[in-house]
């Protein structure tokens, strides 16, 4: 080795340590169903999605890192309408009018399959977790899981409340264990507060917006509560 050459290399080794290290990498992102997201540089399964990262270590890639799952599940504009076709084909599935599912979706979510509240239930008609393992809803924020899931459990209350709509809401609301067979509707104010406007929603779909003419309406009671 000459001279010359040892004297390259020491160069380029002072500079190695002065200069930053810009690292381009290919790191893999998977967001599980609960939301977690789970990053790897050697992806096990095809769930894994490639993500160009620049300069490591550096505010930005911490910030894009961080952001990465609100990114996933950024709400957008949406369009009401489009979940019709959905709404209907389950509703139909459960023999249940689909104009009461899509007041239930406005009431829960206002169409926001993203949403998530604060006590953890998710997507367009807010499946709590332990719910949604129940009907078999793999992801709570996929749009047609989500309403197939929910009509699905909706019906099965109808079913046990037979056909009363006022305790089916409650039920759906507050929790079965709240709710007696036979009643009375749980003095709960925000689920008294919800069954009014799920009500007001539906007779409002019902006048305006003919989705569906149903002559099955699988419920025996339409009222207010005051």
Known sequence: MTDAVKILLKIIGILAVLLPLEVCADIYLYVDEQGVSHYTNVPT????????????????????????????????????????????????????????????????????????????????????????????????????????????????????????????????NAGPGRVAKNGPVPQIPETRKYINKVIRYYRSYQQNTPLYKSKNITVRKLVTVN
């Open 45 to 172: 399964s095809s769930r894994y999605k490639p993500m160009k990262l620049g300069r490591l270590n550096t505010s930005q890639s911490r910030r894009s890192l961080q952001n990465s799952q609100t990114r996933k599940y950024r709400p957008a504009r949406y369009n009401p309408a489009q979940y019709d076709h959905h709404i209907k084909r389950a509703a139909l599935t459960n023999m249940v009018d689909p104009l009461l599912i899509k007041a239930i979706i406005k009431v829960e979510s206002d169409f926001n399959q993203y949403a998530i509240s604060t006590s953890g239930a998710r997507g367009l008609m807010q499946l709590m977790p332990g719910t949604a393992r129940d009907m078999r809803v793999h992801n709570a924020f996929d749009a047609v899981q989500n309403i197939n899931g929910g009509t699905r459990y909706f019906k099965n209350l109808l079913n046990t409340y037979e056909g009363n709509l006022t305790l089916s809401l409650a039920a759906y």
